[in-house]
């Protein structure tokens, strides 16, 4: 035990953006358990209704963890969180996929407090990485993957086509756009201001949270088990990847010595018709449609994700589908969803 202690001393102090989101709080969840002290901004509900017992009862956050009120509009007040860290991970960002807001609304609140945060690691003088969260959305919309063209894998090489995006009108559509910019100015910004940066790109992150509502993307994923038909159509061709091993992937780049550029973090590519024989076999006491409702959304093909500079790197995914979705329905049920 004392041993243990001294090495979560060396760990040191790092920064998570967003913390009160279903990537951010799990994330400061396990950095605490590696060792981490951790720095978070959250962003304070205007009548201070926010609960965020859920992260102040963590273990070791007693100890460990610091809050800071920051707002994605006002950048300049992540500085305070970022002074005297040795890391950032910087996952905070607008989620509309009803697009209340337009996107340019939402590009230019992103890309502002992106830049207000690099800025922020360059002038600690302490940030020694900044890995940011984008999305394997911002590689796999392209006239070159639509048309085909023999492509099996898409990797870390290929870029969204943010006027071909905006033509093809999809679901979440502005967030992509959003993202893609985004993580251009992060990557450019990074090379001119010579601060070491890392991109991680995860697929559909789905599995447990501990945040008090169900993030968008479990829900979703969750479609065929709470009968809501209208995701149904997401879920053609999906992938997927556990909230942990994309916590984990993040960590792991931060403590690669040699980890550079853009990493896809996705553990599984499926259809709804693989989906829906997995969970009927799996999940038999849960209601699903029938196949023959099913019959009319046709997967289309697509090439698959590869992740295979991220697991060159020494990463291994710990989480299949089995545990994603076993973890996602403990905790529906932990807040009434099931």
């Not at 913390?19 to 959250?42: A, C, H, P, Q």
């Not at 090379?191 to 789905?206: A, R």
Request: contains cysteine; aromatic residues 8%.
């Amino acid at each position: 035990m004392v041993g243990m202690e001294k090495d979560n001393k060396k760990k040191g102090r790092v920064c998570v953006t967003g913390g009160t989101g279903f990537l951010g709080s799990w994330m400061i969840k396990r950095l605490l358990e590696d060792g981490y002290s951790v720095n978070t901004t959250i962003r304070i509900h205007p009548e201070g209704k926010s609960d965020i017992s859920y992260l102040t009862n963590l273990a070791g956050a007693s100890e460990r963890l610091k809050i800071f009120a920051a707002d994605l509009d006002r950048p300049d007040g992540f500085a305070a969180a970022i002074k005297g860290c040795v890391g950032v991970f910087h996952a905070a960002h607008p989620l509309d996929f009803e697009d209340k807001e337009t996107e340019e609304i939402k590009t230019k609140r992103s890309i502002t407090a992106l830049l207000g945060i690099l800025q922020a690691c360059v002038d600690s003088k302490t940030v020694k990485r900044v890995v940011y969260t984008s999305s394997v959305g911002t590689t796999t919309f392209n006239g070159e993957i639509a048309a085909g063209g023999g492509l099996e894998m898409i990797d870390e090489r290929s870029w969204t086509d943010v006027e071909f995006l905006r033509s093809l009108r999809v679901f979440g559509g502005a967030y992509i756009v959003t993202k893609t910019l985004t993580e251009r100015i992060a990557l450019d910004f990074a090379e001119k201001n010579g601060l070491d940066l890392v991109t991680v790109l995860p697929s559909w992150i789905h599995g447990p949270f501990i945040c008090p509502r169900c993030p968008d993307s479990v829900y979703i994923s969750m479609a065929l088990i709470l009968g809501d038909e209208k995701f149904y159509q997401r879920l053609v061709n999906t992938s997927l990847v556990h909230v942990d091993d994309v916590v984990r992937a993040h960590i792991h780049l931060f403590e690669q010595p040699n980890a550079k550029g853009r990493y896809i973090c996705s553990a599984a590519d499926i259809t709804i018709n693989e989906l829906y024989e997995f969970l009927s076999a799996r999940y038999s006491q849960h209601k699903l449609p029938t196949a023959e409702s099913l019959k009319d959304l046709v997967p289309f093909t697509f090439p698959g994700l590869s992740s295979k500079k991220l697991m060159e790197t020494g990463f291994k995914f710990e989480n299949g589908l089995g545990e994603m979705y076993d973890g996602a329905i403990k905790s529906c049920k932990g807040i009434g969803l099931l």
